[in-house]
Every structure is written in structure tokens, then in C-alpha cells.
């Protein structure tokens, strides 16, 4: 018979007084609780019932047994819990992302998951470095690379075109390049995680590669949009997150017929077998959401 069931037929019991308080509140009949005592004490080994025409009393082993019968209802009531919503995305999610994407899009669709996914809570942890997903308990990597590695699993969001953006003050006293070739005599701030000291520019069919350098380069892309925001140079930015100071006038596009290479945006992890049900909630909607963010 059904232990979980028996345990909260013993415990009524006790409450009640009686099998029959038992199987009313339980909604069975009294010969079916008073089968389940009997399969208790079958199981136990033991009387745990002293029974009267007038009361009833637990034994000695039925006041261990009954303590027992507690935490039996306890976890079976905990498992129905879990099953219950087993099907709808919960529990904590770590993620990663560059702190660039996190400030100019990802917190922004991380409030409409919220309110999508009420149950999922997100731990964002904001680096630029790829980090190690095991070692530092990562469920789910955003990342803007077209160089992935092999050993994760990949699924393309979106993409992250960009372009060369230098403030007007900064054009204005050194001068606006004509061509790739004029880069080398400007100031060019440098992004350490992607592309250093050379950058790739395709026009249509043709594409080169330049040297390029200046008085400032930084691993951290906040940071080198606001070098490029204070008149310090010529940099390479995301356009996402450069074209609203286009807009505001505070930024210009440098050399706008030549392109750096498209990137990707990708959502990392470790396995699909052990993928949580709260991560491909997250992915599938960055997935929606991202392309055209």
C-alpha cells in the first residue's frame, strides 16, 4: 500500500482519535484506514495502536513510528511541490556577459524575463574574459565572438555589427581619415579582447588589415566607449552601442563605407542533456529578442 498515505492516515489517527476522524478527513472509508494502520504495523513489525472501546493510545514503538510517519508526509509533500511545477521554468540562473551588451541591451530584456518568468531568478555576472562555465558555475554564456570554444555547445541570438566612431571634438582638431591607410596617423584606442593593434575593414570586395595604435587600450569596452566619448581617439565600437551617441551628435561614424567583420552573439553551455529547463527559457527568448533589439 501507499507508505506516504499510511503515514497521514497514522498521523490523523492520533489527531483525530480515531480511524474513523481519520478516514473522514481523509476522505476514505473507515475500513480502507483502518487497513492502512494495519499495513503500517505490517511494515514496522510492531503494534503501534493500543486500542479501547473508548480510546486509543500509540505504543511505545508507535511514538518513534509516528515521528517517522512525520517526515515521510513532510517529503512527500515536498516532492509534490516539485512535481507540480516541474514543468514550468524555475530556480536560480547564473549568467555571464560582457559588461557592454549587459549595460546597452541585456538588463533591459532581463526585466521583460522577469516579468515572463516570475519564478527564475538571474544571477548576471558581468565579465569580458571567457570564463571556465564549470568551474565558476555558469549555466548560461553570452558572448560577441565569431571564435568559439569547441568543447560547448553554441546557439547563434543575433549579430553585433559595428563600426568606427570618433567624437566631433576630436575630428575637429585632428582631422577626419579618408582611408584605412590614414589610421596609422591618427589616435586609434585599441579594445585587448578582440582584434588589439590590427584591424580588419572590408569595402565590398576588398578587405585589409591595419595596424593601428595610439595612447590608450583597455580590456574592458565600457571603458573604450568612453575614451572615444571624451575626444581621446578613434575606435572600433559595437553599434549597438555606439549608435545612440551618433544620434545624440556626441559620436561620428569614421570611415563609413569600410566595415570591421560582423560578430555573433551567442549563448554558451556546457551540455543539452543537463541544460535547466529555466536556461532554455532564458536563450529561446534572448533568441526572440536579440536580432532585432
Known sequence: MDRIVAAKVLLKTIERGSASGAAEELG???AMASRYIASMEDWSGTRLLHRTTRQLSLTSAGERVLELCK???RVGDAVTEVAKHADTPHGLLRVTAPGILAEAQLVLLLSEFADAYPRIKVDLQISDRAVDLVQDRIDVAIRIANHL?????AKRLGQCPSRLYASPRYLEEFGTPSGPEDLDDHRCLTYTRLGGAEWSLKNFETQVVVAVGGAFQT??????????LSGLGIAMLPCFAADQEVDAGRLAVVLPEWEPNTLGIYALYVSRRHLPMAARALIDFLAARLPDA
Do not use: F, G, K, Q
Request: hydrophobic letters at 50%; zero cysteines; a neutral charge.
Open 28 to 30: 476514505m472509508s473507515r
Open 71 to 73: 517526515e515521510i508526509v
Open 149 to 153: 570554444d569547441p568543447s560547448l555547445i
Open 219 to 228: 580590456n574592458d569596452a565600457i571603458a573604450l566607449r568612453r575614451a572615444t
